[in-house]
């Protein structure tokens, strides 16, 4: 798992030690993985295997075909602060390899216990450097090239740590979604997951649609469209002399007749390194536009390549996230590049309203509106009614406003009684992600209090037979892995937040046409929910225009 042979393993320098320390990695056994993980990547494997035991806590196996090590390489490389992939803190800003903080197998043998087997060369005797209570045995071993790491009995002497841990389930989750994200970043590169003896996941490395095939399914990948997009940038601030280099962005961009809640499904990766940034994501999103319904978000997989300079992977303990030179250049090239790829595909789909109005605006008896002084006059596209009230204009968002209808009366309903479901007949497959599938494991008798009715068909797919039917429209058989996530999120009430994804399903959406009677009977019916001006996920439903400000634009007299 160390770089290239040639490179060897040394010891860092203090100076340089000090500028890379960022505290101690391994806070979970999904850590564990992830650093042994991109130390095989950075080793030029092109198969990688990761085998997992309960939570992780009892063993974890990581095997790849990389270049290996020799035997002086492998003894050196689990003591503190080793590395084959810099030299000293100069390096730092032009590292282009993953693990440059070092192997971190140091940081592992002290959580738990390390053996680690390597060859470097097919035709040479391997080597086994075992790491147990803070002793070192290192002997011969038979294996071909590359390398595997085992550990065993991870924070065993650290009681707090694993008491702060997770569930196992949320934990292997965990482990699920990061080797998604490593098979997403790196399609070129073979992963399997396997759990508890059960295989959960397999890529072939043969590229992203494959890889999303693996991890979603054929139709989400049938979906997908390659995109490739290169952008000359020049950054520089000040006194700072402009510089100019190149972005290049490409991945796969699914067309938004498949889409999810949250925007987790946009997998983005900087220089082959998955990671979380929220401003390039948003920049993903906005590149979709309109094509998404509200509500809902794109999946896509987005890699950046950048020089290395631009990219200081150094911010975060975990290298989860990163900082960019000139962020905001970034995001808007990548927004750029995501909007040309579908202004130039056939991503377009047919809106369509399909949901029982008449039964969710039925007005509640014997309650009051808060909007009963509201006369609509009108909507403005197919999203926004507007009212008048008094002397304001009140404009209400159609999909949050009945978003809200809708939760408020799911969650009265699963008050006193189940919630209504529908027989899927025939039964619907499902393949999910692995963090929705764990998500599903973990929470599935609260799932089936929801109304769902499934049982495991092999792998990362399920068998529906039932779905949720609580607002007079059947709910799709994918509302399976969604609502698990959202159980699996950690909401501090996950109920509710399973039960407001579940309202937005047959809520109407922006594009619906309302005539006057039935925007009347929306917003009579908004008035009379507990918490009227808030959508379930916490989106206004109501902005008001006083008179005056009308006035004061147009520079008009208010009316007394």
């Given amino acids: 798992m160390a770089g290239s042979r040639e490179a060897g393993v040394r010891e860092l320098d203090r100076a340089t030690v000090e500028r890379i320390a960022a505290g101690e990695v391994i806070t979970r056994p999904a850590r564990v993985v992830a650093e042994l993980v991109e130390n ?35 003894a050196l490389a689990v003591e503190p602060h080793t590395t084959s992939k810099i030299r000293d803190a100069g390096d730092l800003a032009a590292a282009d390899t993953l693990g440059f903080r070092g192997e971190a197998l140091a940081s592992v043998a002290d959580a738990g216990t390390l053996e680690l087997t390597t060859n470097a060369d097919d035709d040479e005797i391997g080597t086994r450097v075992r790491v147990a209570d803070g ?3 290192v002997a011969d071993a038979g ?10 009995e991870l924070f065993a002497d650290r009681p707090a740590r694993r008491e702060s841990l997770a569930s196992p389930a949320r934990e292997f989750g965990r482990v699920s979604e990061l080797l998604a994200d490593y098979a997403l970043a790196r399609p070129d590169v073979a992963f399997s997951l396997t759990h508890d003896g059960r295989e959960t996941l397999r890529t072939p490395g043969t590229g992203t649609t494959d890889a999303l095939v693996a991890i979603y399914d054929r139709e989400t990948a ?58 390039l994501r948003r920049a993903v999103a ?3 536009g309109t094509l998404v319904p509200s509500g809902r978000e794109p999946v896509a997989v987005v890699r950046l390549s950048l020089p290395a300079e631009t990219v200081d992977a150094n911010v975060h303990p975990a290298k989860e996230r990163v900082a960019l030179r000139d962020g905001n250049t970034v995001a808007d090239a990548v927004e750029t590049g ?27 008896e014997g309650a009051e509106s808060d909007f009963a002084d509201a006369t609509v006059i009108g909507q403005f596209r197919d999203l926004y ?97 969604e609502t698990a996530a959202s159980l699996a999120r950690g909401e501090a009430d996950p ?33 009379e929910c507990e918490q009227p001006y808030a959508c379930p996920h916490g989106r206004p439903t109501t902005l008001t225009v006083e008179e005056a400000t009308l006035a004061s634009g147009f520079e008009r007299p208010t009316r007394r």
């Fill in 338 to 364: 995501v909007r040309d790829a579908l202004t130039t595909a056939d991503l377009r789909r047919s809106g369509e309203v399909a949901m029982d109005l008449d039964s969710s605006l039925a007005p509640v």
């Fill in 135 to 137: 002793e070192t045995a």
């Fill in 143 to 152: 294996r071909a090239r590359g390398t595997t790491v085992e550990v065993t």
């Fill in 385 to 481: 009614v507007l009212c008048e009230a008094d002397d304001d204009l009140v404009v209400i968002d159609q999909h949050a406003a009945h978003e809200r209808v809708n939760f408020e009366r799911l969650r009265a309903a699963l008050a006193d009684e189940a919630v209504p479901s529908a027989d899927l007949d025939p039964a619907a497959t499902v393949s999910l992600d692995p963090g929705a599938a764990a998500g599903v494991e973990e929470h599935a008798d609260a799932l089936r209090d929801l109304g769902f009715a499934f049982e495991p068909f092999g792998g990362n797919t399920y068998r529906v037979a039932a779905v949720p039917a609580p607002l007079g429209r059947v709910a799709d058989a994918d509302a399976l892995g």
């Fill in 495 to 527: 109920r509710e937040a399973a039960l407001a994804d579940l309202a937005c399903h047959p809520s109407l959406k922006a594009g619906d046409a309302l005539d006057r009677e039935t925007a009347t009977r929306l917003v009579e019916r908004l008035g």
């Fill in 286 to 288: 906005s590149g979709y």
């Fill in 222 to 279: 049938g979906h997908a469209t390659a995109f490739d997009h290169r952008a000359d940038l020049e950054t520089g601030a000040g006194s700072e002399p402009m510089v100019g280099w190149e972005l290049r962005a490409e991945g796969a961009l699914v067309a938004p007749a498949v889409t999810r809640s949250t925007r987790d499904h946009v997998h983005l990766a900087v220089n082959g390194r998955p990671v979380a940034n929220e401003a």
């Fill in 40 to 74: 095989a990547l950075d080793a030029g494997a092109e198969r990688i295997d990761v085998e997992v035991d309960g939570d992780g806590t009892d063993r974890i196996r990581v095997a790849d075909d990389g270049c290996g090590m020799n035997r002086e390489d492998a």
